[in-house]
């Protein structure tokens, strides 16, 4: 079974602060990783993903992830944080094909002006 | 593009009452749709994966005679909740598979069972 663990449940940054939230994965196999941002009262949007290839992601927003197998990790950044940022950051892994999504509990980012 | 609509948004049952939500990919056609469970201030949990045609396959402690799912159409899924209860109470989120493994997610839609 998939696990997922996001190491940060709530930042708090200041504007132009850089960001990076964590995520580490747990799977066998070869897996898809995800970043979704949920704004307030907005649905799940996706940011970025890595399916293969450049482990360096870049995503919408100037958000961009690397992907580093010997780590099993898949952690999420933006060198200068807005205020829009704020939102909740889900990171989720799956094994393809028809298979669900495993969500992380999220990280609850708060960007003070 | 890649636009999934839930309905309805919200809804406000009695206890014991079935409730029936639908998901819709508005602009692609997904033979792979999902159901998630979100709790507040919580992650999402997935309950079933719905394949259009054939019978869903429900995740391991998901009552698949509460929670019905029918995938009808390369565009349509519904979630029933049957026989509601206040424990039922949740965020429902659907997702639909489109342009190769990306799940594209609904709006949601927030159960209240009295």
């Known amino acids: 079974a998939q696990s997922v663990s996001q190491h940060n449940h709530h930042v708090i940054l200041s504007e132009a602060a850089s960001l990076e939230l964590g995520c580490n994965y747990s799977?066998?196999?070869?897996?898809?990783l995800f970043w979704y941002v949920q704004y307030p009262g907005q649905h799940l949007q996706l940011l970025l993903k890595?399916?293969?290839?450049?482990?360096l992601v870049k995503g919408i927003k100037g958000f961009e992830a690397e992907f580093i197998k010997s780590k099993f990790s898949f952690n999420l950044r933006k060198p200068s944080v807005q205020w829009s940022d704020t939102a909740e950051y889900f990171c989720?892994?799956?094994?393809?094909?028809?298979?669900?999504?495993?969500f992380g509990k999220g990280t609850h980012l708060i960007i003070q002006p | 593009g890649a636009v999934v609509s839930q309905h309805p948004s919200r809804v406000i049952c009695k206890s014991g009452t079935s409730v029936k939500i639908e998901c819709r990919s508005l602009?692609?056609?997904?033979?792979?749709m999902f159901w998630y469970r979100q709790f507040p201030k919580q992650s999402l949990m997935l309950m079933a994966t719905s394949n259009e045609g054939s019978k869903a396959t429900y995740e391991q402690g998901v009552e698949k005679d509460k929670f019905l799912i029918n995938h009808a159409s390369l565009t349509l899924s519904t979630l029933t909740v049957t026989s509601a209860h206040p424990e039922d109470s949740s965020f429902y989120i659907c997702?639909?598979?489109?342009?190769?493994?990306?799940?594209?997610f609904g709006p949601g839609t927030r159960l209240t069972v009295l």
């Open positions: 602009d692609f056609q997904a033979t792979t």
């Open positions: 799977y066998g196999g070869t897996v898809n």
């Open positions: 997702s639909a598979n489109a342009l190769g493994d990306t799940q594209y």
């Open positions: 989720a892994v799956s094994a393809g094909g028809a298979d669900g999504l495993t």
């Open positions: 890595y399916f293969s290839g450049d482990p």
